[in-house]
């Protein structure tokens, strides 16, 4: 009983950060006709096509809710809705910039993040990594564009998660640059081994020249 309990959890957060994306987008990646926004636009579309590949799909698909994830468990999360848990509207002064807001009982928010870290994104990671190495190991060029967009989303994954880390050792008055420096490094080390290599280069001869020129926009954002 437990686990099926377990498992619906699991699945109804999936459900949430799915249907989250396209609103996340709108609210973390800058104006629509910026660059990162219009990138990860870019991505989406290709996702939402019926013309893509399975496993083009499948990757883009991990790599979007993974990011979706992890910007759940860098943000604050609030309580909505008319059930409360007994709290009231005012529970934080109005001198925290979050008033008006009720926050989650931290023994609440410290279950759903098992279930997010461990039981979520440790499989979406395991996933997505299998699924881009061998992307990557075929060398073809008809995904090398996707291969591409996944990349840049976990570079910007990445430094999302280490100006998180700085942010928090600032507030916490820590003596040190981040929170996790350990942690930091390991992001740093491991996205520093999916940079494509100097083969992709040749796919760009048959690229439309849209592609190339948004492409050559986005290469100063790694």
Sequence with gaps: MRWSTSRRRKKEYLDHIEN????????????PEGLLFRTYLRAWKIFKDPSTMPECVELIHHTLLLWMSIRLTTRSSFIVGEETLGMKQ?????????HGKIPLPPVLGAQMDLIL????????RRELLDKLQKMMSKNKQSTWLVTYLVIFILLHNTALITAHDAGYAKKHGMKRRFAREEKVKEYHLGESHNHPGPSCTEALADWGLNRRKHLARTLPLL
């Design 90 to 98: 005012n529970i934080l002064d109005e001198t925290n910039p979050n």
């Design 117 to 124: 870290i461990h039981h979520i994104q440790t499989k979406l």
């Design 20 to 31: 989250s994306m396209q609103d996340a987008f709108t609210k973390l990646l800058g104006p």
